[in-house]
């Protein structure tokens, strides 16, 4: 009997050890961040151990603003457009029968000045960008950091894409037709059409939205050179600048 008592004993003794060392652990991992921290969320997967919600989204809105800028920079300047094949904006298809015309014609001189003006523009546009993001990103939420840090290579441009290219239009266009203006692309453009029209022999001339279709362009060259510059934060060391962006983005 005392042996049978001796034994109930023990095994309460450890069931009840057991039992704290299981509720130990409950109380270890339900505290063990309680601050609602973004690196909670993103799991074994964050390259960002150790910052705050505030470090991380300061270092977004760094990289974003850096990286426009970069952008800028390249695009606003005499070729920035013109001399980047990837960038280079061309004559849009409806006007691609009037310059093969006059390109047969003898006329190519004036289909060369129609592009070169409209990528003038365009880099002259470019040099006010860098202002129109600064909203976008200055508004970025904790939820658009995380998504952004999860994200793709180009989640960062992805995000200015959402939130800026109605506002960007808007804004661009302007400026875009007075760069038109500016570089005499107008004046190409109808010197085009007038001596197509004239060689057309009475077919249905072409009616291009030049300010619109140049616009459309040159928006999507900046959003491509912004993921180029967001390629070199993310993955090129070098290209970390600051020490914040260094402690975001290192891996």
């Known amino acids: 009997m005392k042996k049978f008592t001796f034994l109930l004993m023990a095994l309460a003794a450890v069931t009840f050890t057991n039992a704290q060392g299981i509720l130990g652990k409950i109380k270890k991992a339900t505290s063990k961040d309680s601050s609602g921290n973004i690196l909670s969320a993103i799991g074994k997967g964050g390259s960002s151990k150790g910052l705050s919600n505030d470090e991380i989204i300061s270092g977004l809105k760094e990289a974003l603003s850096i990286g426009t800028d970069s952008a800028a920079k390249r695009l606003n300047k005499t070729d920035g457009f013109f001399a980047n094949a990837a960038l280079k904006i061309l004559m849009p298809d409806e006007a691609k029968k009037a310059e093969a015309t006059l390109r047969k014609a003898g006329l190519g001189s004036l289909a060369d000045k129609a592009i070169l003006s409209m990528n003038r523009a365009a880099e002259d546009a470019a040099g006010g960008i860098s202002t129109i993001f600064i909203d976008a990103i200055k508004q970025m939420t904790v939820t658009d950091g995380l998504k952004i840090l999860k994200g793709g290579d180009f989640a960062a441009t992805d995000y200015l894409k959402t939130t800026t290219t109605s506002k ?75 020490a914040l962006l260094k402690k975001v983005f290192a891996k």
Do not use: C, H
């Open 168 to 242: 960007l239009t808007e804004k661009m266009r302007p400026v875009i037709e007075a760069s038109l203006a500016k570089v005499n692309a107008t004046n190409y453009w109808k010197d085009v059409f007038t001596a197509y029209n004239k060689l057309s022999f009475g077919k249905t001339p072409v009616n291009t939205d030049l300010s619109s279709y140049v616009t459309e362009k040159a928006m999507s060259g900046i959003f491509l050179s912004i993921g180029q510059e967001e390629q070199k934060i993310r993955k090129d060391p070098a290209a970390q600048v600051t």
